[in-house]
């Protein structure tokens, strides 16, 4: 019984934190992320896919803090490819999403 009071007490106060579970890279802080209305001048390098942990012991977790998360998670992984830009491609499910990823600095057309 005190496991788990502590456990759910753990959870409460793990969900109820105003700290962020994920961290932007130097490289991701340069990535914007954009509308698909907003990249039509700009190069796609493809897509990326990335999730998270959208529940703790079973209480989901604020679907902003999760959406805020994942772009976080997406401009770091864009930076790796040498994208600059990305845009969501689909919804939040199940704790994953998809961005494109966009070179926009630089482009000529």
């Keep these: 019984m005190k496991k788990t009071i502590s456990l ?4 409460g106060i ?3 934190s105003g ?3 994920v ?5 991701g802080e340069k990535v914007r992320v954009l509308d698909a209305s907003e990249v039509a001048t700009c190069k796609e390098l493809g897509n990326t896919t ?5 529940k703790i012991a ?3 977790r604020s679907r902003q803090k999760v959406e805020d998360e994942l772009r976080i998670l997406a401009r770091n992984s864009a930076a790796k490819i040498g994208g600059d830009t990305v845009v969501p491609i689909s919804e939040v499910s199940d704790g994953q999403q998809r961005f494109a990823v966009y070179r ?6």
């Design 23 to 27: 961290k932007t890279t130097p490289e």
């Design 14 to 16: 793990l969900l109820s």
């Design 50 to 54: 990335v999730s998270l942990v959208d």
């Design 8 to 11: 759910c007490t753990l959870a």
């Design 19 to 21: 700290c962020a579970w």
């Design 104 to 109: 926009c600095i630089g482009v000529s057309r």
């Design 58 to 60: 079973g209480i989901d």
